[in-house]
């Protein structure tokens, strides 16, 4: 039996003897007195026979005490009496010789000082022992281990013949699978650096969104090169308890040290290496301690000792400058979204041991699923595998995948939902808008399905593009199509509805943000020009630093970008009503089609341009 497992069954062994035992000492102090049984009912139960035994106990101050009366079935009942030497008297008068019932009386018990503590002192100690053992076992990662083990590292290692990832199991980094290579091949060779002078990075930050596969890579690494791999999250280190963070480090590295060559892969190493000296009141709390020794530590390996530190985290920004300098991380690996071909490699992938119909085509869902991350896809595939499983097919259909796809990234539709005709017919016109923007205006479509189906996000409908390709650069035309787009909802309910309504919040929203943008971030404003007017506010990261000296703009200016964003809402809201009046009729039959159907896909939508010959612009 591992040792962890039986010093927990002991421990838990000890816990319940003592809880046992303080209830016993309990049960004696406190004894089950009848209060409905009385002197009569004695006296009753004498006389007919019933009575085999008598023991009276006084008490010590006072004339009163307790009785336990043995019957003949065995049963025992225990009461009290006011007055001891009445009840004697009373004994005297009803037992008699011929009775054959044994009366007992105890003189004068008074109980010593430890007598009347022991109760108190088994229960203190019960307590102490109990709170030991729960901080021991906290300190081990709970597996029953004791104080001793409260600074040890929680690191897991993973042999080299347990690690069968390879780069192989990772799709859609091809980049970043070549910038490790060199890693992999210094600690498969490492002597052929050396006799160069070549000195391999220390450490390597991955840096990327969440989902991307930064764990993953890390992994592989350590599978490629046949070395032993240490895996641990920042938030591990850092404790309640003073020193215990830096004492985990410090047993962390002395771990891998006995194990080098090796790679050590500390996730989410935000949590343990943010800024120092941030917050109201600066500081040196236990989190700074544990950073500071893990600095040491870095600085601490003999060059090319073999141990190399591969780190993930989604905030590089919020990272001590400390820890970035070369000889610590000295190498970033940046772990983007995967392009449509990544998407499409990743998601062959997740499909291999899911059986999938002939009209399930994965390059087509890599287009539909820009800005997907590689956890996201499997996300996707994963829920269309259950789709499937519930309506009982053995294989998963491209019906499957478009259900999945609106669950994911849009919210469970809500069919059963009633909804008044009136507003459906709001939805219809204003769905209907968008699409038709999306099909005429470049760069921003084709339509992939439109819907009048209410969501579980809380949207009345929505409409999907199917984008062409993943653009690195957004142009300015782009944006200012994407405006036109938003604005399309209420401009159609303008042309064809009494009233207007509070279903193109969002989409005002975020036409205003892209303008704001387009003016303030990005310099596409000609009067105000190539200037930044971006604020602080959401760049600081921390409270309490620079406080104060956050960028503040002058009146003339914020009013300047006030107006220039009107400027552009108002011209991109013109030319988007232009383009929607003159294809006034596709934008009625659209909207009677969802209405009958209430979703169509692109062949659909695209077949209501071909009366009147619309192209897109």
Do not use: W
Request: glycine share 8%.
């Amino acid at each position: 039996m591992n040792k962890n497992v039986k010093r927990s069954l002991i421990s838990y062994i000890i816990f319940f003897a003592l809880i046992i035992g303080v209830l016993v000492l309990i049960q004696n102090g406190n004894q089950n007195v009848d209060m409905t049984y009385t002197e009569a009912d004695f006296e009753a139960d004498v006389k007919a026979g019933d009575v085999v035994s008598v023991y009276v106990q006084q008490n010590a101050e006072v004339p009163t005490g307790t009785v336990e009366v043995t019957m003949k079935d065995y049963s025992r009942v225990i009461f009290y009496v006011t007055d001891v030497n009445e009840f004697k008297n009373l004994c005297d008068k009803i037992i008699t010789k011929d009775s054959k019932i044994i009366f007992q009386m105890s003189d004068v018990v008074r109980p010593g000082m430890l007598e009347k503590m022991l109760p108190y002192i088994v229960g203190i100690i019960a307590f102490v022992a109990i709170m030991m053992m729960m901080v021991g076992m906290h300190g081990a990662g709970g597996g029953g281990g004791s104080m001793a083990n409260f600074g040890k590292s929680r690191a897991k290692m993973t042999s080299d013949a347990d690690n069968q990832t390879t780069f192989e199991d990772v799709a859609g980094l091809r980049e970043e699978k070549e910038d490790l290579e060199e890693v992999v091949d210094f600690l498969k060779s490492p002597s052929k650096y050396v006799e160069l002078g070549a000195r391999i990075p220390k450490g390597i930050l991955l840096v990327g969104p969440p989902g991307t596969g930064k764990t993953l890579l890390a992994k592989a690494v350590a599978g490629e090169a046949h070395v032993p791999f240490f895996t641990i999250s920042g938030s591990d280190f850092v404790e309640m308890f003073v020193g215990v963070g830096a004492s985990r480090v410090r047993d962390l590295f002395a771990e891998a040290k006995r194990n080098a060559p090796c790679i050590v892969f500390i996730d989410e190493i935000d949590a343990v290496a943010r800024r120092r000296g941030t917050g109201l009141g600066g500081g040196h709390d236990e989190r700074e301690q544990t950073l500071n020794q893990m600095l040491v530590e870095m600085d601490g390996f003999s060059v090319n000792e073999g141990i190399i530190v591969l780190a993930a985290t989604n905030r590089v920004d919020i990272l001590d400058p400390a820890i970035l300098r070369p000889g610590r991380f000295d190498r970033k690996v940046n772990v983007g979204r995967p392009d449509v071909k990544g998407r499409e490699e990743i998601l062959k992938v997740h499909t291999k041991k899911k059986p999938l119909s002939e009209d399930v085509d994965l390059q087509e869902i890599a287009r539909t699923t820009a800005g997907f991350a590689g956890a996201d896809l499997e996300n996707l595939m994963n829920e269309s595998a259950i789709i499937a499983a519930r309506d009982n097919r053995k294989f998963i259909i491209k019906e499957d995948v478009d259900k999945a796809f609106i669950k994911v990234g849009i919210g469970t539709e809500r069919k059963s939902r009633v909804i008044p005709k009136e507003d459906l017919r709001i939805t219809a016109y204003h769905e209907a808008g968008h699409a038709i923007l999306f099909h005429l205006l470049k760069g921003v479509g084709p339509v992939y399905t439109v819907s009048i189906i209410p969501t579980g996000q809380g949207a009345a409908g929505y409409t999907m593009p199917l984008p062409e390709n993943d653009n690195v650069h957004t142009s300015k035309e782009k944006m200012l199509n994407d405006i036109k787009v938003c604005l399309g909802g209420r401009i159609a309910e303008e042309l064809t509805q009494k009233d207007i309504c509070t279903g193109a919040s969002q989409d005002i929203k975020q036409a205003t943000a892209a303008a704001r943008a387009m003016v303030v971030k990005y310099g596409m404003s000609e009067e105000l020009g190539l200037i930044n007017y971006e604020t602080d506010n959401e760049e600081e990261t921390f409270v309490g630093r620079d406080i104060g000296h956050r960028k503040m703009l002058g009146e003339q200016t914020t009013s300047a970008i006030d107006r220039e964003v009107k400027r552009i809402v108002d011209e991109c809201y013109a030319e988007a009503r232009k383009i929607l009046e003159d294809n006034l009729d596709v934008l009625h039959r659209c909207a009677e089609r969802l209405l009958e159907k209430e979703r169509i896909d692109r062949e659909e939508f695209e077949s209501l341009f071909e009366e009147n010959g619309a192209t897109p612009a």
